[in-house]
């Protein structure tokens, strides 16, 4: 599974999320290699309402059990059934 961070913008207010502010993002996607998957990832976060995105780093899960934080285990698993699976940062960036 293919695991993508970096930051977005958020492009309109979310709950206690700010329009305009950028959080951290990491991103599950059932598919690889990211070249071919980064139309789907913008259309995914893009109808979630974030734009702007920077890809900072990516990779590859062959171990789920490496993964130990909780919200990262369950958005694995997400992206296991969805295809695709976000967690976005609640801090925004400064």
Same mark, same amino acid.
């Given at each position: 599974?293919?695991?993508?961070?970096?930051?977005?913008?958020?492009?309109?207010?979310?709950?206690?999320?700010?329009?305009?502010?950028?959080?951290?993002? /990491?991103?599950?996607?059932?598919?690889?290699?990211?070249? #071919?998957?980064? @139309?789907?990832?913008?259309? $995914?976060?893009?109808?979630?309402?974030?734009?702007?995105?920077?890809?900072?780093? /990516?990779?590859?899960?062959?171990?789920?059990?490496?993964? #130990?934080?909780? @919200?990262?285990?369950?958005? $694995?698993?997400?992206?296991?059934?969805?295809?695709?699976?976000?967690?976005?940062? /609640?801090?925004?960036?400064?």
């Amino acid at each position: 599974m293919l695991i993508i961070n970096g930051t977005a913008e958020l492009m309109k207010k979310n709950g206690s999320f700010n329009k305009g502010d950028r959080h951290e993002f /990491n991103m599950f996607s059932l598919n690889m290699p990211l070249e #071919e998957q980064l @139309v789907q990832i913008e259309d $995914y976060l893009v109808t979630r309402g974030w734009d702007n995105i920077e890809v900072a780093d /990516n990779g590859i899960v062959t171990d789920p059990k490496a993964i #130990e934080h909780g @919200v990262l285990l369950a958005a $694995y698993e997400k992206a296991k059934s969805e295809g695709f699976a976000v967690t976005i940062n /609640n801090q925004a960036l400064l």
